[in-house]
């Protein structure tokens, strides 16, 4: 059974940090490109973040980048999100979601691409 589970989130005070992993199950993640895409309430989901299979290419949001850091493992098929710094407007639900790599996946990839998705784990940054 393929499946992709997130953990990780949580509530944190602005300026906090959080970790989100996700990991895979019933497929190999060495050949999938992994991307993370949140949503607020009454929002779009939105792409975050992602990571590709060929050197480990990244890409960022702009709404994210310097604060946020993706990774990977694939000897532990899972896939990390390292969020500093975090904002008010961080608040929402964090989802990973796996393509077989093309090499022309990037931060602009819609999400309907992705073949694979978790159920989502809440992050809620608040004081």
């Known amino acids: 059974q393929v499946q992709l589970v997130e953990s990780g989130g949580g509530q944190v005070q602005p300026g906090g940090s959080l970790r989100l992993s996700c990991v895979a199950s019933g497929f190999t993640l060495d050949y999938y490109f992994i991307g993370w895409f949140r949503q607020a309430p009454g929002k779009e989901r939105e792409g975050v973040s992602c990571i590709g299979t060929n050197h480990g290419r990244t890409y960022y949001s702009d709404s994210v980048l310097g604060r946020f850091t993706i990774s990977r493992d694939n000897a532990k098929n899972t896939v990390y999100l390292q969020m500093n710094n975090l904002k008010p407007e961080d608040t929402a639900v964090y989802y990973c979601?796996?393509?077989?790599?093309?090499?022309?996946?990037?931060?602009?990839?819609?999400?309907?691409?992705?073949?694979?998705w978790g159920q989502g784990t809440q992050v809620t940054v608040s004081s």
């Open positions: 979601a796996a393509a077989p790599e093309s090499g022309l996946f990037t931060i602009g990839t819609p999400a309907d691409e992705y073949d694979y």
